[in-house]
């Protein structure tokens, strides 16, 4: 088990460089870091054309739908997922997200970025998502973009006092949907004031997964259609 998560990180540093052109002769951008930084990718059914093939990007929370996205669109198409801490605005986003698209001709891509990054500022965070959507414009001409609305932290978890800030990036990605043309898929709404919703104050039970699966399927669904 280790030797495969080290050789699949060695893999995507690799599809990293290649995007990039990054040798290693220069230093790497600054970045403000969390504690610990991590990408999650997965891509079946890579060799395949027989269904249509859909990305979904983000992190945690996107990487706990997955499965459920994955279940419910069964047969109709392949689903891959690229799920990292990073945030937008790192300058390391873009270039993990090149590597990605780099792989397959994708239909849809739905994408979901706004709880990591704390640190850097919605300006920046603003410009980097700009920067992610001309990046998937170009390299994926054809894919339908959705863009997720970010799911809101536990109230009265202590940690809720940065849901103003979820709520500013989720306007900046509302409006960037508009000059992109994007769908809107809205995560936000239902979880906003469940409490009973969290396993702790980032993350969701059960239920709440469900629920999430079954609303990003279905905007895939009308998508693909």
Not at 77 to 92: F, I, M, Q, W, Y
Not at 182 to 210: C, F, Q, S
Request: proline letters at 6%; a neutral charge.
């Amino acid at each position: 088990m280790q030797r495969t998560t080290a050789a699949r990180n060695v893999l995507l540093l690799a599809l990293i460089c290649y995007a990039t052109g990054w040798t290693g002769a220069e230093p790497v951008p600054t970045a403000k870091r969390e504690g610990i930084e991590w990408t999650d990718v997965w891509i079946p059914g890579a060799n395949k054309a027989d269904k249509p093939h859909v990305l979904l990007v983000g992190d945690s929370i996107t990487k706990g739908y997955y499965g459920g996205v994955e279940k419910k669109l069964a047969g109709k198409a392949h689903v891959s997922r690229l799920a990292t801490s990073l945030c937008l605005g790192d300058p390391a986003y873009t270039p993990t997200l090149k590597a990605v698209l780099a792989q397959v001709n994708f239909d849809v891509v739905h994408f979901n970025n706004g709880l990591h990054g704390v640190g850097y500022s919605e300006e920046q965070y603003r410009a980097g998502y700009e920067e992610a959507l001309k990046v998937i414009r170009e390299m994926q001409p054809r894919a339908r973009i959705i863009i997720a609305l970010s799911t809101p932290l536990k109230p009265g978890s202590g940690k809720d006092d940065l849901n103003p800030r979820i709520d500013e990036r989720n306007r900046i990605a509302a409006a960037l949907a508009k000059t992109f043309d994007a769908a809107v898929d809205d995560l936000h709404t239902p979880m906003k004031g469940h409490p009973e919703y969290y396993r702790d104050p980032y993350h969701y039970n059960g239920t709440a997964i469900e629920i999430q699966a079954a609303q990003v399927a279905a905007c895939v669904t009308t998508a693909l259609e």
